[in-house]
């Protein structure tokens, strides 16, 4: 059970590490080039940002947007 604990947290560590990194391809959780609302939501900060990124207004974020 303790090597499971410690995979586990190991697992938690690295999976907060890259939301923190908050690179494009980590949000854009489908592939599919643009962080949509529900994929920015992964992330509290972010969902606070998107309406002053998306500079389009089209509900999407693009990697260029995202960027800025
Ligand atoms: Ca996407
Ligand atoms: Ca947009």
Redesign the pocket.
């Known amino acids: 059970m303790k090597t499971l604990n410690v995979a586990l947290t190991t697992l938690v560590l690295l999976a907060s590490t890259s939301a923190m990194a908050g690179t494009f391809t980590d949000?854009?959780?489908?592939?599919?080039?643009?962080?949509?609302k529900s994929?920015a939501a992964a992330s509290e900060s972010l969902m606070k940002l998107f309406d002053e990124l998306d500079a389009n207004k089209d509900g999407?974020l693009s990697k260029e947007e995202f960027n800025k």
């Open positions: 949000y854009d959780t489908n592939k599919d080039g643009v962080i949509s994929e999407e």
